[in-house]
């Protein structure tokens, strides 16, 4: 059965597996507490265990409009050349672009394809 190792201040500090009818000895200051969704970094508040932060909300990736996109290339003299380098690029990103109403802006390929081009990612990838 699963367990979670809880310090003195409510924190999880481990998990570990002990048989049915296992005794084990936890480090001083910390209790164990059978728990199947325990995770390392949570919380225990007496009767429910929480998990930490970051792993309660994951980061989320920014999207940017393909039409913004293209605008900011556009206002910045960078258009003719996106579209040349993009014609040049292979068909998966090719594709990707076709096929997307937005870009991720920490996407490898749309970062590379701006740097080659000259243009800012950070302007062109921009929030909205």
Same mark, same amino acid.
């Given at each position: 059965m699963r367990h979670a190792v809880v310090d003195a201040n409510c924190n999880v !500090?481990?998990? !570990? =597996?002990?048989?049915?009818?296992? $005794? *084990?000895? +936890?480090p001083a200051g910390c209790t164990v507490r059978a728990s199947e969704s325990a995770i390392i970094g949570? @919380?225990?508040d007496g009767v429910a265990f929480f998990p930490p932060p =970051?792993? &309660?909300q994951p980061p989320r990736r920014r999207l940017v409009p393909r039409s913004l996109i293209v605008d900011r290339l556009a206002e #910045?003299?960078?258009?003719a050349m996106a579209r &040349?380098?993009?014609?040049a690029?292979?068909?998966?990103? @090719? $594709? @990707? *672009?076709n096929t997307r109403a937005a870009i991720y802006a920490d996407d490898a390929a749309a /970062? #590379? /394809?701006l740097q080659a081009i000259?243009?800012? +990612?950070?302007?062109?990838l921009a929030p909205g």
């Open positions: !500090v481990n998990v !570990v =597996e002990l048989a049915d009818g296992a $005794e *084990w000895m +936890p949570g @919380r225990f =970051e792993a &309660a #910045a003299g960078k258009l &040349a380098a993009l014609d690029a292979d068909l998966h990103t @090719r $594709e @990707r *672009w /970062l #590379a /394809l000259g243009a800012d +990612p950070d302007m062109i």
